[in-house]
């Protein structure tokens, strides 16, 4: 087993690192000035404009999307060390385009988009001209099985009709968001698992409105958000279904493989900057006549720490490697894991750091509350821990059969 990263991802890393340290945390506090300077849903803060040019201008610009013409034409694999990187910072990911849930979506669009879909939808999403949501769960039912979705999608001649009420469309609130994926039952009356069918919404299309954000945990994550959205009537052409009716389900299911792992890179490196926030915290601080650091417990919780980063690190690039070499479904148990650990790994170490800051480590005045908020999320989003290790169960059973 190769455990080193290539000639090219280090290159990568240390450019991206150089960026971070150069450009992204000396300005993680004047974006947030920036946000609250108008109505944080309404406008951009210009810092962010200004270094995600900055990152294309450096070639740190859509570094995901494997095996694409698209892309920076990097695996998986390659791609799990950058994203971690990015992960360290809640705003990282949007400078460099590799943000959620527009990779998701954009991968959708690569792999199952018409060309001209891609050409009208794809392309100012690649430039980082627009955003865009994803439209699946919902508040009436329970979105965790996705054949439970009720909204409806209605051919009539040369148009689908849509009606139905979304939420946690992350995204929609954003005034740059352009585009939705819309998931809804086309078909009730065939197989379960082919009733379903996506197709793309203009979010300026008659019968749609942003409803509200919802925010988490008192975080309302201005200017992206998560929304509930309401389609009335919705008509769009025909020509917006995405790859055919009754391929909804597909293709979520090729859409959250790349993006539960996203996520997983990404908390990962939210978690190590937890644990560099924690010693830098505990050597710093002094109680009780001696520094934090010297105190048995707090020694205990980095040594932890650091183990558990480790196993889930391993465990993600492994994920990354099968993704790579035998496909997203043969991986889905190796993904299943990862989604299971790695949001739980990281809410303890941050859990951790908040301890060691006391006080503080519950104000903005640090990234740790708002990380821990943002994090305590993903064992819920694109599939909650029970539903991933059923799966985990249900393949480990069929070894047995």
Request: aromatic fraction near 8%; charged fraction near 30%.
């Amino acid at each position: 087993m190769e455990f080193d990263y290539s000639k090219k991802v280090k290159d990568y890393q240390e450019r991206l690192n150089q960026f971070m340290e150069n450009y992204i945390y000396p300005n993680e506090r004047v974006y947030m000035e920036q946000l609250n300077e108008e109505d944080r849903f309404s406008s951009i803060p210009p810092i962010m404009e200004e270094l995600k040019q900055k990152a294309k201008e450096e070639g740190l610009w859509n570094l995901f999307l494997p095996e694409s013409e698209y892309g920076a034409r990097l695996t998986n694999l390659e791609y799990a060390p950058l994203c971690e990187i990015m992960g360290r910072s809640a705003m990282a990911p949007e400078v460099f385009n590799c943000a959620a849930p527009d990779t998701g979506n954009m991968e959708v669009l690569v792999r199952y988009g018409s060309k001209n879909q891609k050409e009208e939808w794809l392309r100012p999403l690649l430039d980082g001209e627009i955003r865009s949501c994803f439209s699946m769960t919902e508040p009436d039912v329970a979105s965790s099985d996705a054949t439970n979705i009720k909204a409806s999608i209605v051919r009539e001649n040369d148009e689908y009709i849509i009606n139905g009420t979304k939420w946690w469309s992350s995204g929609a609130a954003d005034p740059r968001c352009k585009i939705a994926i819309v998931m809804g039952k086309s078909d009730p009356e065939a197989p379960r698992h082919k009733q379903q069918s996506m197709i793309l919404v203009p979010l300026d299309t008659p019968g749609v409105t942003v409803k509200r954000p919802l925010p988490v945990f008192g975080y309302d994550h201005a200017p992206h958000g998560h929304a509930e959205i309401e389609y009335n009537d919705v008509r769009v052409p025909a020509s917006n279904m995405l790859l055919g009716e009754g391929r909804g389900f597909e293709i979520a299911q090729g859409r959250l493989g790349p993006g539960r792992i996203h996520h997983c890179m990404r908390t990962i490196g939210a978690a190590e900057r937890a644990l560099e926030l924690l010693c830098r915290r505990a050597q710093d601080r002094e109680a009780f006549g001696r520094k934090l650091a010297e105190q048995g417990v707090i020694r205990e919780w980095i040594a932890d720490a650091r183990i558990n980063i480790e196993q889930a690190r391993l465990l993600t690039l492994k994920a990354a490697y099968m993704m790579d070499t035998v496909g997203n479904k043969e991986a889905k148990a190796e993904i299943s894991m990862i989604k299971v650990v790695a949001p739980n790994m990281a809410l303890e170490i941050i859990d951790r750091a908040i301890q060691t800051f006391g006080a503080a480590g519950v104000s903005d005045d640090y990234p740790l509350a708002s990380s821990w908020a943002n994090i305590r999320t993903l064992r819920l989003a694109d599939g909650p821990d029970e539903v991933h290790r059923r799966t985990i169960a249900k393949q480990e059973l069929k070894k047995y059969q």
